[in-house]
């Protein structure tokens, strides 16, 4: 070969072949005249003899060191045809082992998985890149695969090499930016690292952006992991979940942060204070169905470095975090929720991702996943970086890993986090800190691409799924399909609704009336899309203060206020999001590095602010005209929405049926208002459904079922009569009107009488 042999050799030895295959494994070369010969060649510098098994011969022959620098070499004369064999290795320190050779084994991916992935379109690439436990003829190893395009040299590390980046060096699959290598007798739980040599030569160590699994940190290998094994049994609640409407469907969500939900009674030896998937679901799901959510939101569980980013700066979008225990383990949960009921839904992050050595910046030396601009590939206000959404490669890394999380971990919703961030260009930017796009504007046209294209895809795959927006502009048709030029979404968060009402319920009640539209202006855009009215972790953490803590006044008047807070939130239209830890009251606000103060429980009025929660819940999803029609005026009207001298408001929810429906009166002030009329729609017995100024919840009057109002004859607020009522302070009632079912037994027939 000339000095093309001796450049190739130089290039695997200096670690800058893009393709080692071509020089080792077995090869057909030309003998003597015109005679061909089979080569062997083995690159292995730590190697003191190499012996080659011909498997159907059963017969070793020894590889002799050639050239330099761990290069062996065998020839077998007159010989052409391919045949099966295996390296014998034995190391300087005697230790021997029999395997296949890596190099002796054709590409796996594809030309048309390639053409898939570079038109962004391989929706399931997490099958074909990272690494996948396989079995090629009848060897058993990991076919390792990433995406490096302007790497001079990758390699595989890890455990079963001794972290040697000459050992392993992988094969570049033409132009597509795809490095591949399959290594036998590497198995699960075998850790490793992509080595990445730059154009400019200095050396990467990199986790897998496709790992299923990873150590714990501060470690930072990716694990080896067979996702497969999990023996499923959810069958009857994905098939309940497609033929599920969730529009007008109930949805009821706690958010929780999986590592302070619940946590150990003291720290373990690494100072951690995490329960493990398993244990966290065997606590978890009997208070979800004891409470009557009907889905859980989890703070993000995929892979990162940082317990105070609580998981919103991520490095293995793949993984499941180590900190709680292994994919089954969370697979477990997943399972156990669905068996009894229960949705879950996932925190996901598309917008940026840290800067970490180990994870996906600059992951071959050049902007990959990012832009190489910092003013397009750069969030100042968090240090992060953003995804270039204009990358094929990178939407497809994307958008394969939502479809990821539905399949594999049978994910019912995946909240999409800091949309906002994602479609305007100058978000939290100063004017030198962005870049308009092509028209001079402020909007990312291909982050809006990417996430219309997100959302057509994971639908076309799986029904009665979610996918919510964190989205905290007033950016129209969030929730509209794409073909009416929207983004596609199931729901957003209604920030707006937040902001307001909060500002609201936190100020003091004497200065309320002034303010009165800030709880009724949401009813102006409530339809415009499809809304979650959220509670989150963001409104109780840096010293904005716990939900209770967020109430003025004196102790009781503090719990009284947050029991109309949250009655007020149960009856305005859109499905409800509450944070863990606001349902008995919390005093002190969420704290990442301590659990819940469950303690709270032995005292009585946070059992009773619970109870509270609880039957507003069971409240909720056992009434039709609280769910059934969120998005439409139908579901919704007002019976007085003036009445700021008092700070009380009223209105109706409805049903797709008008007898399903409730009155909700809700006093934001602590003066009672005796005789206080609201006008009525119907001139009809109404049934006192929930009072939170009950003793049960907190309150000072005595419990009582089957409390009945009558109407008085004399019309109010455009109503043909009126109820007169007593408002207790800071209460919320609510009211279900008797419709009389008259029965005429002989004739056979029954009307309903208005």
Known sequence: MGNGYQDIINSIINGDCKDPHVFLGMHVVDGKGRKKDIAVRVYHPDAALIELLEVSENTFH?????????????????????????????DRAGNSYLTHDPYSFWPVISEYDIYLYSQGNHHRIFDKLGAHITTLGNVRGTLFSVWAPCAGRVSVIGSFNQWDGRRH????LGASGIWELFIPLVGGRDMYKFEIKTQTGQILTKADPYAYYAEKRPAKASIVYDLDNY???????????ADTNVFSSPVSIYELHLGTWSTLSEP????DIFLDYRTIADRLIPYIKYMGYTHIELLPVTEHPFDGSWGYQVTGYYATTSRYG?????????D???????????????????????????F???????????????????????????????????????VFWFEKYHIDGLRVDAVASMIYLDYAKKPDQWIPNKYGGNMNLEAMDFLKQLNTTVFSYFKGIMMIAEESSSWPMITKPPYMGGLGFTFKWNMGWMNDFLKYVSMDPIYRKYHHNLITFSIMYAFSENYVLVLSHDEVVHGKCSMLNKMPGDYWQKFAGLRVTYGYTFGHPGKKLLFMGSEFGQFIEWNDHQGLDWHLLDYEMHKKMQTFVRDLNNLYVNEKALYQVDFSYDGFEWIDCNDNDHSVVSFMRKGTDFHDMLIFVCNFTPAVNDNYCIGAPFELDYELVLNSNFEKYGGYEQDCENIIYKTEQEPLHGRPCRLRLTLPPLSVLIFRPLFVKEEVYEGAVSEQDN
């Not at 023996?231 to 979940?241: F, G, I, P, Q, Y």
């Not at 292994?326 to 997943?334: A, Q, S």
């Open 268 to 271: 373990d030896q690494n100072g």
């Open 326 to 334: 292994t994919p089954e383990d969370f697979m477990y949960l997943v």
């Open 364 to 402: 071959d030396g050049t902007a990959v996943y990012e832009h190489e601009d910092p003013r397009q590939g750069e969030h100042p206000e968090w240090g992060t970086l953003v995804f270039n959404h204009g990358r094929n490669e990178v939407r497809n890394f994307l958008i394969s890993n939502a």
């Open 169 to 172: 060096q992988m094969r570049q």
């Open 336 to 362: 156990l929720c669905h068996q009894n009921g229960i949705g879950v839904i996932l925190d996901w992050v598309p917008a940026h991702f840290p800067k970490d050595a180990h994870g996906l910046a600059r």
């Open 231 to 241: 023996s499923w049994n959810d069958s009857a609640w994905l098939e309940h979940r």
């Open 62 to 90: 020894p590889i002799p060191p050639k050239y330099e620098n761990g290069i062996f070499e065998i020839t077998f004369p007159n010989r052409k045809d391919l045949f099966e064999y295996q390296l014998k290795i034995t």
